[in-house]
């Protein structure tokens, strides 16, 4: 009989990789795991794990099925949630995942505020690269995502917005010298929605200058601080380092990039969810309707060819490097 003890047994293999990392995870034996995926692969009648060297790794149905245990695993525990949550709604559980700029400087003050005025709430928070946080929602695994647009099919409704822009920034010194071919631009870690648009710019620009990966958010804005080369960031991401001076905004074809935040909860938005949107909504975030976009808020139940790339013309005046507004490519 399936338990739901093997079913995350599964999920904690597929997730580490390893016996003994699933069995670290879950705090039980090494043999606990190897039996209770055993048992399990007997009821199913199909191979789960297949030897390699001295471990075990998932075969092709076990990987499958453990997409599958996922889903079940998380819609059970929304379940239990949402049953404590009926109840009472400042007793139940908020689950939120977040890209890193939004997790490093939207939402800390945001949650701080929320915490004091629904104390009884649990709250929990998951930053990742956008490429893992959409991921998540499909798994039944947070209750609400804050990141940009959500990718074409996600089962996902968008409750609320908040204008951001990207923009080009350096110190003063990069700024001043500030040459298409010769500049590095910083670029995030793979899987980085930040780093994608990083790609596709300067490809429509038809350049292609250094590039230099730092891995995260706040590296790359330390970096463009420490006068290693200019980035594209999120203006939410540098507002004390543009008005202390220490970054500033290069003027550049196709910028600012206007990609507004996305509040985005799955098939099931929970007592608990309805309050943080009600929340984000008191502190300036835009009901989608208002601009005439996505769904309702759900109830709270419920270059020449050949050539040398092209290079777009710039000046250099006293606030920064200056272009035209507008070139053919651009975004």
Request: proline share 7%.
């Amino acid at each position: 009989m399936t338990t739901e003890s093997r079913l995350r047994t599964l999920v904690a293999l597929a997730a580490t990789g390893s016996v003994r990392s699933a069995a670290s995870r879950l705090t039980v034996t090494e043999s606990a795991v190897s039996a209770s995926i055993g048992a399990l692969a007997r009821e199913l009648g199909v191979p789960l794990v297949e030897p390699v060297g001295r471990g075990l790794r998932l075969t092709a149905s076990g990987a499958i099925y453990a997409r599958y245990a996922r889903r079940v695993l998380g819609l059970l525990d929304e379940g239990a949630a949402a049953a404590a949550a009926e109840l009472d709604p400042e007793r139940g559980r908020l689950r939120l995942a977040a890209v890193t700029t939004a997790g490093e400087h939207l939402l800390p003050a945001l949650l701080a505020e929320f915490r004091r005025q629904h104390p009884g709430i649990a709250l929990a928070l998951e930053v990742a690269p956008s490429a893992q946080v959409w991921d998540l929602i499909g798994a039944h695994e947070v209750d609400l995502i804050i990141a940009g647009a959500p990718p074409s099919g996600a089962d996902a409704n968008v409750v609320a917005t908040k204008p951001n822009e990207l923009i080009v920034v350096a110190a003063p010194p990069i700024a001043a010298a500030f040459d298409w071919m010769h500049t590095p631009w910083l670029l995030r870690e793979q899987g980085s929605a930040t780093r994608t648009r990083v790609e596709s710019y300067l490809k429509a620009q038809r350049v292609a200058p250094p590039r230099l990966v730092l891995g995260s958010n706040g590296a790359v804005v330390a970096g463009a601080v420490a006068e290693l080369g200019c980035a594209l960031i999120s203006r939410d991401a540098i507002a004390g380092e543009l008005a202390d001076g220490r970054l500033v905004q290069l003027s550049v074809p196709g910028m600012p990039m206007r990609r507004p935040w996305h509040a985005v909860v799955g098939s099931y938005s929970g007592a608990a969810t309805w309050l943080f949107v009600q929340h984000l909504r008191s502190s300036g975030w835009r009901s989608p309707g208002a601009r005439g976009a996505v769904s309702p808020v759900p109830a709270p139940h419920g270059g020449r060819n050949g050539g040398e790339p092209r290079r777009p013309r710039t000046r250099v005046s006293a606030g920064g490097v200056d272009g035209p507004a507008a070139v053919e490519g651009g975004l």
